[in-house]
């Protein structure tokens, strides 16, 4: 469904959204979220663990095809090395 190229051009739900030719509002109608819901998705915020299976169950996709495991927080880490000039 979802060709490689074509996720070059975006999160996998809304190039999934645009091959359907559907906009947020419609696309949340149909598969029976908000459309506030959609827009988190797209922007790669993290979606509820009941929200993700029902847009898996509804579109019959894994979470991972639809790019719906949220951003990986990065983690910084104080050095632990220290650079004294003496």
Do not use: W
């Amino acid at each position: 469904m979802l060709q490689n190229e074509d996720l070059m051009n975006g999160h996998p739900l809304r190039v999934l959204r645009t091959q359907l030719d559907l906009s947020q509002k419609d696309f949340a109608t149909q598969v029976g979220v908000s459309e506030a819901t959609i827009s988190r998705a797209e922007s790669g915020h993290r979606l509820s663990p009941k929200v993700r299976r029902q847009l898996c169950d509804r579109l019959g996709m894994t979470s991972k095809e639809l790019g719906l495991m949220g951003r990986k927080r990065e983690v910084v880490y104080p050095s632990t090395m220290l650079s004294y000039n003496q």
